[in-house]
């Protein structure tokens, strides 16, 4: 089982990933995780501590010459603002927070809670999904991520090739697939950050190349569906997740909704078996597992929950009515969210690999996957 745990707090020394049952053989490139992280550090209307912070791996545990052993992976990504020490307790709990609740829960420190609960945790995340892709690339399996929606600004995606698509979505300001709503959206967070507030948006996640049989309907919690589901809306700030048609489908009759099924004799070869569709509304996942189109969510990201211009609170020591506590905070951070959710769908889908095929080693992997599909060529004769 492919697994991942993190620790460490928002302004500790450190933050930490343990991968547990990553296959051997896997050649890593840090510079790609480095990459990925200095990416989720990017994108419009970040605040200060973007520019503080350069986030790097460092590898700990699991490697050799480069290349994975099959033992436990320790990765940290050091904290420059490191000062959790000095730091002192908030006492008007920020709504939209774990600042209440969790001191509540724990009974303890508002800072304990926020320190951790902090979207910092998610550069742990970044670094685990940035070394499941590099299992992933030589399987022929994508993660892509890019936004579709800032506040009320829908961004449609332009078509293209894939390399087009990552060079476009690279060169936007808000990571999308049109850089000509990059002046609309800079304004809208200008505007946003005069006025205290904040924004969200909505992300879209698309992994080509998936292999039929990720998952299973035996059981409810191994359905694939259900664990990108919950692996996203763990990601802190995510409140809604569709799969393909999404909401939508439940606006319109059954003949509208599903896919029709068609045979190409052309593609009997390829990872679809020679089975195509006019349309992908089930978003690649079918009776939670996949179906050999591309899998296809869309994520919903709630704007900061820390506001320049505060809301009302309540002061824990008095009990009295005041504004709620400021910490340092961003206006938007939506395109860093895509860069998280990409990462984390990387890692789920890598789990559901290692799942079906086994993990030992990759190259062990890549075998497996031949001979499932040469099975399954020789049903179908």
Request: charged residues 25%.
């Amino acid at each position: 089982m492919l697994r991942y745990l993190t620790a460490g707090e928002s302004h500790g020394r450190a933050l930490i990933a343990l991968v547990d049952g990553f296959p051997a053989g896997v050649q890593l490139n840090v510079d790609a995780i480095n990459g990925e992280l200095v990416r989720r550090q990017g994108g419009y209307g970040r605040g200060g501590r973007q520019k503080i912070e350069t986030d790097h791996v460092e590898i700990l545990s699991g490697i050799w010459r480069g290349t994975t052993l099959g033992s436990p992976i320790a990765l940290m990504i050091p904290n420059a603002d490191f000062k959790i020490n000095q730091m002192e307790d908030l006492i008007r709990p920020r709504p939209g927070h774990g600042d209440l609740s969790g001191s509540i829960k724990y009974l303890t420190s508002v800072r304990a809670i926020l320190e951790r609960a902090s979207a910092r945790e998610t550069t742990t995340r970044v670094a685990a999904g940035a070394l499941a892709k590099q299992m992933l690339a030589p399987l022929g399996i994508t993660a892509f991520a890019y936004v579709v929606q800032l506040g009320s600004l829908r961004i449609d995606p332009k078509p293209g090739t894939l390399a087009e698509q990552i060079a476009t979505r690279d060169s936007s300001i808000m990571y999308t697939l049109d850089a000509s709503q990059d002046q609309a959206i800079s304004e809208m967070i200008d505007e946003c950050r005069k006025a205290g507030d904040t924004l969200g948006g909505i992300v879209e996640i698309r992994v080509e190349g998936v292999p039929y049989g990720l998952g299973t309907h035996t059981q409810w919690d191994k359905k694939l569906d259900g664990r990108l589901a919950q692996a996203v809306m763990a990601v802190q700030a995510m409140k809604g997740v569709e799969i393909g048609m999404g909401f939508d489908a439940a606006r319109v009759p059954g003949s509208m909704v599903h896919d029709p099924i068609q045979y190409d004799a052309s593609q009997a070869n390829s990872r679809t078996l020679g089975f195509t569709r006019t349309h992908n509304n089930a978003g690649g996942l079918e009776a939670g597992m996949s179906n050999s189109q591309p899998i296809v969510l869309r994520v919903a990201k709630k704007p900061i929950s820390t506001l320049a211009k505060p809301l009302e609170s309540v002061n824990l020591e008095t009990k009295k009515s005041e504004s709620a506590a400021y910490e340092r905070s961003d206006v938007c951070a939506l395109a860093a969210a895509s860069c998280i959710l990409e990462n984390v769908v990387a890692f789920e889908i890598a789990c559901a690999v290692v799942d079906k095929f086994g993990g030992d080693n990759l190259e062990e992997i890549k075998e497996r996957i031949d001979l499932f599909y040469a099975m399954a060529r020789k049903k179908l004769q």
